[in-house]
Structures are given as structure tokens and as C-alpha cells.
């Protein structure tokens, strides 16, 4: 077997070349569309936006949320700027999440409203108070040190937060040449996703995984599925979980599979 020595921005980036016009991602109920072209250039503008909110290198971003448009693209942003991805439990009450934005040393977080009978929005204004006050998402709290912007995705954007939307707007700060510039010192070999243990026996832990673990673990499995640019994967599981984005997208880019 061979494996894959390459980011996961290049190979999104390849895929853009080679399979421009093919579907690389539809959401349920088909409200968000793109293709591999498509989704290549729009996280190109979402992770220059980051950069220009402060975003370096080896910062982490964690995502809570379901499967939403916005994970997929927060995904694929922060690895072109070599960010490490922080998956999160959706079921996460206030202390798990505490916890993990801690000892995560999280520096943003994308999050949604809620889901099920957890209310993100009171929980984040419970741990975070002053959020309400901020005009870009920006927070300073003595719980949480190192957490510096919340960012929600979804429509009506809570008081405080930065509109996921928005973050484009900030992509223009950032030149192509600082751009390439950071990409340019990107390594397969580097951390670019912390999943979280399920806990059952102790505090979660953080796993650290590299562009090199999670897209050849993804490729063994598209390989045995004999996955082409000609199929589509129906992801029905969590992305947060090792199954949805390691199993699910990394089988899929891997393979140039919608």
C-alpha cells in the first residue's frame, strides 16, 4: 500500500484541478452545495479570514456543532492554515465543555445553538458573561485563559459573537503571498486534529492526530470500499467522532467520493 505524504489542504487543492465541476459535498435537504472547485476556493477566503482574526499556526478551533455546513468548512479552513481542529460532543453539558475548551488551551470556537435539550448558547454565556458585550466575538475570561473568540454559526447570531458569515469579510487583510506564505510551512507530519475520548473510565482525553494519520486511516477504508469519483457517501454519523470524519470524509477526499 502506498500511503499519502501530503496535507489535507493539497489534497483538496488537487482535487479542485482535477475534478473541478464534480460534487464534493451536499448537505441534507440540499441548502449547501459545492463543488471540489468550489469548496477549495471558499475555504481558501474562511482560512485567510481566520489568519487575518489572529488565528497561527498550531492554535486550536474547536467546533460544536451537528453536521453542519459550517464544520465541513471550519474542517478544511483550518487545516490550509495549519490551526488544529478540536472536535467537540454535541452532548456536552457545561462542565465537559469547560473542561475541554481548558485543556485544550481552545483559542476559537465555532458553535451552533444547540442541540436536543442542550442550550449552547446559555451554556457559553454562562461560562463566558462579558461574551454579550463584545462586538467581534471577542472574550477575555479568567476560566477559560486562552479562549479569545466565539464564533457562531447559523442564522440570528447571538449577542457578542462573530457571524460564521463574517469571517470572509476579513479574508481581503491577509495577502495571497502571506498566504502562501503559511501554507508553505505545512507538514504531513504535523498535528491538525485533537479528538476527544469518550471518558468512560476517567477525564477525556485528547487524542493528537496528524494530516498523515487521519487521511490514510480515511484511505484504508475508502480503498476497501473501492471508493471512486464516481460515488457518493451518505455520513449519517457524527462528525465530531473518528467515524464520521476519519471513516466518512478522509475515505471520501482520498478517493475524490461526493
Same mark, same amino acid.
Not at 47 to 72: F, H, R, Y
Not at 113 to 138: R, V
Given at each position: 500500500?502506498?500511503? +499519502?505524504?501530503?496535507?489535507?489542504g493539497?489534497?483538496?487543492?488537487e482535487?479542485?484541478k482535477?475534478?473541478?465541476?464534480?460534487?464534493?459535498?451536499k448537505?441534507?435537504g440540499?441548502?449547501?452545495e459545492?463543488?471540489? *472547485?468550489?469548496?477549495?476556493e471558499?475555504?481558501?477566503?474562511?482560512a485567510?479570514g481566520?489568519?487575518?482574526?489572529?488565528?497561527?499556526?498550531?492554535d486550536?478551533?474547536?467546533?460544536?456543532?451537528?453536521?453542519?455546513?459550517?464544520?465541513?468548512?471550519a474542517?478544511?479552513?483550518?487545516? *490550509?492554515?495549519?490551526?488544529?481542529?478540536?472536535?467537540v460532543?454535541?452532548?456536552?453539558?457545561?462542565f465537559?465543555?469547560?473542561?475541554?475548551l481548558?485543556?485544550?488551551?481552545t483559542?476559537?470556537?465555532v458553535?451552533m445553538?444547540g442541540?436536543?435539550?442542550?442550550?449552547?448558547i446559555?451554556?457559553?454565556?454562562?461560562l463566558?458573561?462579558d461574551?454579550?458585550?463584545?462586538t467581534?466575538?471577542?472574550?477575555?475570561a479568567?476560566?477559560?485563559?486562552?479562549l479569545?473568540?466565539?464564533?457562531?454559526?447559523?442564522?440570528?447570531?447571538?449577542?457578542?459573537?462573530?457571524p460564521?458569515?463574517?469571517?470572509?469579510?476579513?479574508?481581503?487583510k491577509?495577502?495571497?503571498?502571506e498566504?502562501?506564505?503559511?501554507k508553505?510551512?505545512?507538514?504531513c507530519h504535523e498535528?491538525?486534529? +485533537?479528538q476527544?475520548?469518550?471518558g468512560?473510565?476517567?477525564?477525556p482525553?485528547?487524542?493528537m492526530?496528524?494530516h498523515?494519520? +487521519?487521511?490514510?486511516? =480515511? *484511505?484504508?477504508?475508502?480503498?476497501?470500499?473501492?471508493?471512486?469519483?464516481?460515488? *457518493?457517501?451518505?455520513?449519517?454519523v457524527?462528525?465530531?467522532?473518528?467515524?464520521?470524519?476519519?471513516? =466518512?470524509?478522509?475515505?471520501?477526499i482520498?478517493?475524490?467520493?461526493?
Amino acid at each position: 500500500m502506498e500511503f +499519502i505524504e501530503k496535507t489535507i489542504g493539497e489534497i483538496v487543492g488537487e482535487l479542485a484541478k482535477k475534478y473541478p465541476d464534480n460534487l464534493a459535498v451536499k448537505s441534507w435537504g440540499g441548502d449547501f452545495e459545492r463543488t471540489w *472547485k468550489e469548496l477549495d476556493e471558499e475555504t481558501d477566503r474562511i482560512a485567510k479570514g481566520l489568519m487575518a482574526l489572529g488565528v497561527q499556526k498550531g492554535d486550536k478551533v474547536s467546533v460544536w456543532a451537528t453536521n453542519i455546513p459550517e464544520w465541513i468548512l471550519a474542517l478544511f479552513a483550518t487545516t *490550509k492554515i495549519g490551526a488544529i481542529l478540536v472536535t467537540v460532543n454535541t452532548n456536552y453539558k457545561i462542565f465537559e465543555l469547560e473542561y475541554l475548551l481548558r485543556q485544550s488551551d481552545t483559542k476559537v470556537l465555532v458553535m451552533m445553538k444547540g442541540f436536543k435539550d442542550s442550550d449552547y448558547i446559555s451554556i457559553i454565556n454562562t461560562l463566558l458573561p462579558d461574551l454579550k458585550n463584545s462586538t467581534d466575538g471577542s472574550v477575555k475570561a479568567d476560566n477559560l485563559p486562552m479562549l479569545e473568540r466565539v464564533i457562531f454559526a447559523g442564522k440570528d447570531t447571538p449577542a457578542g459573537m462573530l457571524p460564521f458569515n463574517d469571517i470572509v469579510k476579513y479574508a481581503d487583510k491577509v495577502s495571497d503571498e502571506e498566504y502562501e506564505a503559511r501554507k508553505a510551512t505545512l507538514h504531513c507530519h504535523e498535528v491538525i486534529n +485533537i479528538q476527544y475520548t469518550s471518558g468512560t473510565t476517567g477525564f477525556p482525553k485528547g487524542v493528537m492526530l496528524t494530516h498523515y494519520n +487521519i487521511l490514510n486511516n =480515511g *484511505k484504508t477504508i475508502g480503498d476497501g470500499m473501492k471508493f471512486t469519483e464516481n460515488d *457518493k457517501l451518505c455520513i449519517c454519523v457524527p462528525l465530531f467522532h473518528c467515524f464520521g470524519l476519519v471513516l =466518512g470524509v478522509m475515505a471520501c477526499i482520498t478517493h475524490a467520493t461526493s
